[in-house]
Protein backbone atom coordinates (compact mmCIF):
# COMPACT_ATOMS: atom_id res chain seq x y z
CA UNK A 1 0.00 0.00 0.00
CA UNK A 2 1.28 3.87 -1.21
CA UNK A 3 0.75 5.86 2.28
CA UNK A 4 0.10 9.59 1.31
CA UNK A 5 3.41 11.04 2.17
CA UNK A 6 5.39 10.37 -1.47
CA UNK A 7 5.92 13.27 -3.60
CA UNK A 8 6.63 13.40 -7.51
CA UNK A 9 10.15 14.32 -7.54
CA UNK A 10 10.66 13.36 -11.54
CA UNK A 11 9.78 11.73 -14.51
CA UNK A 12 12.44 9.83 -16.62
CA UNK A 13 10.54 8.41 -19.89
CA UNK A 14 8.18 5.59 -18.62
CA UNK A 15 9.69 5.45 -14.96
CA UNK A 16 8.82 8.03 -12.49
CA UNK A 17 10.81 8.74 -9.31
CA UNK A 18 9.09 9.71 -5.90
CA UNK A 19 10.55 10.26 -2.45
CA UNK A 20 9.55 10.22 1.02
CA UNK A 21 9.61 13.18 3.24
CA UNK A 22 12.42 11.11 4.85
CA UNK A 23 14.65 11.49 2.03
CA UNK A 24 14.07 8.07 1.13
CA UNK A 25 14.13 7.32 -2.73
CA UNK A 26 11.59 4.92 -4.22
CA UNK A 27 11.03 4.33 -7.75
CA UNK A 28 8.04 3.49 -9.74
CA UNK A 29 8.01 1.49 -12.82
CA UNK A 30 5.36 2.89 -14.87
CA UNK A 31 3.67 6.58 -14.60
CA UNK A 32 0.56 4.94 -15.19
CA UNK A 33 0.71 3.87 -11.59
CA UNK A 34 1.47 6.95 -10.46
CA UNK A 35 -1.37 8.74 -12.03
CA UNK A 36 -3.38 6.60 -10.36
CA UNK A 37 -2.79 7.66 -7.29
CA UNK A 38 -5.45 9.16 -4.83
CA UNK A 39 -4.01 12.17 -3.83
CA UNK A 40 -1.83 15.59 -5.28
CA UNK A 41 1.54 14.73 -6.53
CA UNK A 42 3.91 17.47 -6.95
CA UNK A 43 7.78 18.52 -7.43
CA UNK A 44 10.12 19.53 -4.92
CA UNK A 45 13.20 21.92 -5.16
CA UNK A 46 14.74 21.48 -1.81
CA UNK A 47 17.07 24.54 -0.88
CA UNK A 48 19.27 24.89 1.80
CA UNK A 49 19.99 28.33 3.14
CA UNK A 50 22.19 29.74 5.96
CA UNK A 51 21.49 32.43 8.01
CA UNK A 52 22.47 34.13 10.97
CA UNK A 53 24.39 30.88 11.79
CA UNK A 54 21.11 28.80 11.11
CA UNK A 55 20.27 26.35 8.19
CA UNK A 56 17.22 26.03 7.13
CA UNK A 57 15.69 23.94 4.23
CA UNK A 58 13.28 25.53 1.88
CA UNK A 59 11.44 24.20 -0.67
CA UNK A 60 11.20 26.49 -3.78
CA UNK A 61 8.52 24.96 -5.29
CA UNK A 62 6.01 25.90 -2.46
CA UNK A 63 5.53 29.40 -2.76
CA UNK A 64 2.83 31.04 -1.21
CA UNK A 65 1.91 34.33 -2.94
CA UNK A 66 0.77 37.02 -0.92
CA UNK A 67 0.48 39.27 -3.44
CA UNK A 68 -3.28 40.24 -4.77
CA UNK A 69 -3.56 40.53 -8.79
CA UNK A 70 -3.41 43.57 -10.83
CA UNK A 71 -6.91 43.19 -13.19
CA UNK A 72 -8.38 45.54 -14.89
CA UNK A 73 -12.18 46.62 -13.91
CA UNK A 74 -14.16 47.62 -10.92
CA UNK A 75 -13.78 44.53 -9.26
CA UNK A 76 -9.43 45.09 -8.45
CA UNK A 77 -9.00 46.06 -4.79
CA UNK A 78 -8.94 49.84 -4.48
CA UNK A 79 -7.79 52.70 -2.43
CA UNK A 80 -7.18 56.97 -2.98
CA UNK A 81 -10.22 57.43 -5.30
CA UNK A 82 -7.94 56.13 -7.51
CA UNK A 83 -9.28 55.28 -11.55
CA UNK A 84 -9.86 51.21 -12.04
CA UNK A 85 -6.94 49.79 -13.59
CA UNK A 86 -7.26 49.75 -17.71
CA UNK A 87 -5.48 47.17 -19.90
CA UNK A 88 -6.92 47.86 -23.24
CA UNK A 89 -4.71 46.84 -27.13
CA UNK A 90 -3.32 49.65 -28.77
CA UNK A 91 -5.24 50.57 -32.06
CA UNK A 92 -3.18 52.09 -34.86
CA UNK A 93 -5.13 52.83 -37.63
CA UNK A 94 -6.51 49.90 -38.79
CA UNK A 95 -4.57 47.33 -36.65
CA UNK A 96 -5.74 46.00 -33.30
CA UNK A 97 -3.63 44.56 -30.73
CA UNK A 98 -6.11 41.63 -29.91
CA UNK A 99 -6.36 38.44 -31.39
CA UNK A 100 -9.88 37.84 -30.76
CA UNK A 101 -10.38 41.20 -32.33
CA UNK A 102 -8.22 40.09 -35.28
CA UNK A 103 -4.81 41.10 -34.53
CA UNK A 104 -1.66 39.41 -35.06
CA UNK A 105 -0.86 39.38 -31.76
CA UNK A 106 -2.20 40.63 -27.90
CA UNK A 107 -0.51 44.25 -27.53
CA UNK A 108 -1.80 46.27 -24.30
CA UNK A 109 -1.79 49.65 -22.86
CA UNK A 110 -2.08 49.19 -19.43
CA UNK A 111 -3.10 52.10 -16.99
CA UNK A 112 -2.78 51.89 -13.46
CA UNK A 113 -1.84 53.80 -10.36
CA UNK A 114 1.20 51.83 -7.80
CA UNK A 115 -0.48 53.04 -4.92
CA UNK A 116 -3.99 52.53 -5.17
CA UNK A 117 -4.62 49.75 -7.62
CA UNK A 118 -3.28 46.62 -6.01
CA UNK A 119 0.06 45.09 -4.11
CA UNK A 120 2.91 47.53 -4.54
CA UNK A 121 6.34 48.50 -2.84
CA UNK A 122 7.49 51.63 -1.94
CA UNK A 123 10.77 53.37 -0.73
CA UNK A 124 11.06 56.43 1.12
CA UNK A 125 10.89 58.47 -2.50
CA UNK A 126 6.98 58.06 -1.36
CA UNK A 127 7.36 61.16 1.02
CA UNK A 128 10.45 62.68 0.06
CA UNK A 129 11.71 65.96 -1.68
CA UNK A 130 14.66 64.07 -3.38
CA UNK A 131 13.69 61.74 -5.68
CA UNK A 132 14.24 57.60 -4.70
CA UNK A 133 13.05 55.02 -6.84
CA UNK A 134 12.42 52.19 -5.67
CA UNK A 135 14.74 50.48 -8.20
CA UNK A 136 17.32 52.07 -6.61
CA UNK A 137 16.52 51.05 -3.07
CA UNK A 138 15.55 47.79 -2.74
CA UNK A 139 19.00 45.83 -3.78
CA UNK A 140 18.14 42.26 -2.88
CA UNK A 141 15.40 40.64 -2.64
CA UNK A 142 15.57 37.65 -0.23
CA UNK A 143 14.56 38.28 3.68
CA UNK A 144 13.92 36.62 6.75
CA UNK A 145 10.48 37.47 7.30
CA UNK A 146 8.09 36.84 10.49
CA UNK A 147 4.19 36.84 9.90
CA UNK A 148 2.08 37.70 12.84
CA UNK A 149 -1.73 38.24 12.90
CA UNK A 150 -3.00 41.62 14.81
CA UNK A 151 -6.64 42.05 15.66
CA UNK A 152 -6.38 46.10 15.72
CA UNK A 153 -7.23 47.87 18.69
CA UNK A 154 -11.01 50.35 18.50
CA UNK A 155 -10.41 53.91 19.45
CA UNK A 156 -13.13 55.88 21.19
CA UNK A 157 -13.63 57.97 18.10
CA UNK A 158 -13.88 54.39 16.22
CA UNK A 159 -10.50 54.19 14.91
CA UNK A 160 -9.23 50.47 14.63
CA UNK A 161 -5.25 50.99 15.45
CA UNK A 162 -2.26 48.65 15.62
CA UNK A 163 -0.36 49.56 18.73
CA UNK A 164 3.11 49.28 20.07
CA UNK A 165 2.06 46.37 22.38
CA UNK A 166 0.75 44.52 19.55
CA UNK A 167 4.30 44.29 17.37
CA UNK A 168 6.31 43.72 20.45
CA UNK A 169 3.72 40.59 21.53
CA UNK A 170 3.73 39.36 18.57
CA UNK A 171 7.60 39.29 17.83
CA UNK A 172 8.81 38.15 21.03
CA UNK A 173 12.31 38.23 20.98
CA UNK A 174 12.78 37.77 17.20
CA UNK A 175 14.17 40.26 15.07
CA UNK A 176 13.14 39.31 11.79
CA UNK A 177 14.57 41.63 8.91
CA UNK A 178 10.61 42.28 7.76
CA UNK A 179 7.39 41.83 9.20
CA UNK A 180 4.21 40.46 7.41
CA UNK A 181 0.87 41.70 9.23
CA UNK A 182 -1.72 40.33 8.86
CA UNK A 183 -5.10 42.20 9.71
CA UNK A 184 -8.25 40.70 11.70
CA UNK A 185 -10.74 40.56 10.09
CA UNK A 186 -9.07 38.79 6.96
CA UNK A 187 -11.92 37.71 5.20
CA UNK A 188 -11.25 37.51 0.79
CA UNK A 189 -13.43 40.46 0.20
CA UNK A 190 -9.38 42.08 1.05
CA UNK A 191 -8.70 41.36 -2.83
CA UNK A 192 -11.27 43.24 -4.31
CA UNK A 193 -12.46 45.74 -1.52
CA UNK A 194 -12.93 49.79 -2.05
CA UNK A 195 -10.88 51.34 0.60
CA UNK A 196 -11.46 54.97 -0.32
CA UNK A 197 -13.52 57.09 2.63
CA UNK A 198 -13.72 53.96 4.87
CA UNK A 199 -11.21 54.72 7.11
CA UNK A 200 -8.97 51.17 7.21
CA UNK A 201 -6.78 50.63 10.29
CA UNK A 202 -3.40 51.88 10.53
CA UNK A 203 -0.17 51.78 12.69
CA UNK A 204 0.38 54.48 15.22
CA UNK A 205 3.42 56.44 15.67
CA UNK A 206 4.67 54.35 18.52
CA UNK A 207 3.86 50.93 16.86
CA UNK A 208 6.64 52.32 13.31
CA UNK A 209 8.55 53.94 15.93
CA UNK A 210 9.24 50.28 17.09
CA UNK A 211 9.96 48.69 13.96
CA UNK A 212 12.61 51.46 13.58
CA UNK A 213 13.82 50.21 16.47
CA UNK A 214 13.50 46.53 15.97
CA UNK A 215 16.05 47.44 13.13
CA UNK A 216 13.25 45.58 11.21
CA UNK A 217 13.59 46.79 6.94
CA UNK A 218 10.64 45.87 5.19
CA UNK A 219 7.18 46.34 6.57
CA UNK A 220 4.34 44.10 4.59
CA UNK A 221 0.70 45.24 5.48
CA UNK A 222 -2.66 44.21 4.21
CA UNK A 223 -4.23 47.38 4.15
CA UNK A 224 -3.91 50.54 1.86
CA UNK A 225 -1.38 52.34 4.14
CA UNK A 226 0.91 52.10 7.21
CA UNK A 227 -1.18 55.56 8.56
CA UNK A 228 -4.24 56.45 8.91
CA UNK A 229 -6.38 57.85 5.62
CA UNK A 230 -6.78 61.14 6.36
CA UNK A 231 -4.38 62.59 8.38
CA UNK A 232 -3.71 65.88 7.50
CA UNK A 233 -0.95 64.72 5.39
CA UNK A 234 1.43 63.84 8.17
CA UNK A 235 1.88 60.15 7.42
CA UNK A 236 3.63 60.13 10.74
CA UNK A 237 4.31 55.92 10.57
CA UNK A 238 5.77 56.46 6.83
CA UNK A 239 8.49 59.20 8.66
CA UNK A 240 9.20 56.89 11.86
CA UNK A 241 9.87 54.08 9.74
CA UNK A 242 12.44 55.78 7.26
CA UNK A 243 13.57 58.39 9.76
CA UNK A 244 12.97 60.80 7.23
CA UNK A 245 14.82 63.49 6.86
CA UNK A 246 17.29 63.34 9.60
CA UNK A 247 18.35 59.62 9.39
CA UNK A 248 17.00 58.47 6.01
CA UNK A 249 17.16 54.76 5.24
CA UNK A 250 16.85 54.50 2.28
CA UNK A 251 17.16 50.56 1.62
CA UNK A 252 13.78 50.20 4.10
CA UNK A 253 10.32 49.57 2.34
CA UNK A 254 6.37 49.14 2.81
CA UNK A 255 4.39 47.20 0.97
CA UNK A 256 0.42 47.59 0.80
CA UNK A 257 -2.43 45.59 0.26
CA UNK A 258 -1.01 42.16 -0.10
CA UNK A 259 -3.31 39.32 0.77
CA UNK A 260 -2.35 36.47 3.49
CA UNK A 261 -4.93 33.62 2.99
CA UNK A 262 -5.92 32.33 6.27
CA UNK A 263 -4.52 28.93 5.83
CA UNK A 264 -1.01 30.01 6.15
CA UNK A 265 -0.01 30.18 9.55
CA UNK A 266 1.94 32.48 11.81
CA UNK A 267 5.50 32.15 12.19
CA UNK A 268 9.44 32.75 10.02
CA UNK A 269 9.54 32.51 6.20
CA UNK A 270 11.67 33.28 3.56
CA UNK A 271 10.36 36.11 1.33
CA UNK A 272 10.96 36.81 -1.97
CA UNK A 273 10.36 40.45 -2.24
CA UNK A 274 10.00 41.25 -6.62
CA UNK A 275 8.87 44.17 -8.02
CA UNK A 276 9.10 46.15 -11.57
CA UNK A 277 12.28 48.01 -12.31
CA UNK A 278 10.46 51.25 -12.12
CA UNK A 279 12.40 54.36 -11.76
CA UNK A 280 9.36 55.54 -9.57
CA UNK A 281 8.66 55.72 -6.01
CA UNK A 282 6.99 52.67 -5.90
CA UNK A 283 6.12 49.30 -8.28
CA UNK A 284 3.45 47.06 -8.38
CA UNK A 285 4.98 44.08 -6.42
CA UNK A 286 5.02 40.26 -5.91
CA UNK A 287 5.56 39.09 -2.45
CA UNK A 288 6.16 35.30 -1.55
CA UNK A 289 6.70 33.25 1.04
CA UNK A 290 8.21 30.14 1.52
CA UNK A 291 8.32 27.78 5.03
CA UNK A 292 11.60 27.58 6.77
CA UNK A 293 12.43 24.25 7.88
CA UNK A 294 15.57 23.84 10.45
CA UNK A 295 18.21 21.78 8.65
CA UNK A 296 20.05 19.03 10.95
ZN1 LIG B 1 1.53 53.11 -1.07
Redesign the pocket.
Known amino acids: MVCCHFELVEKHGEETFVQRTQYKWIKIVSNSFVNSFPFVIRNQMISKITHKGKSYNVDLAKPIDISIPLRAGEQNVNAWYSPPVKIEPVRMGDWIGDVKQGGSVNFRNVFFN??GNGT?T?CVG?ISKEDYSINQCLKTFFFVAELITILPDETANGDKIITKQHIENCLGDKRPEAIVIRTLDNSLSKMNKHYSNTNPPYLIYEAAEYIDAMGIDHVLIDL??VDKEVDGGKLAAHHAFWQYPHNTKLNRT?T?MIYVPNNVFDGTYLLNLQIASFEND?SPSKPVLYQMNTAL
Open positions: PHHEHPSIEA
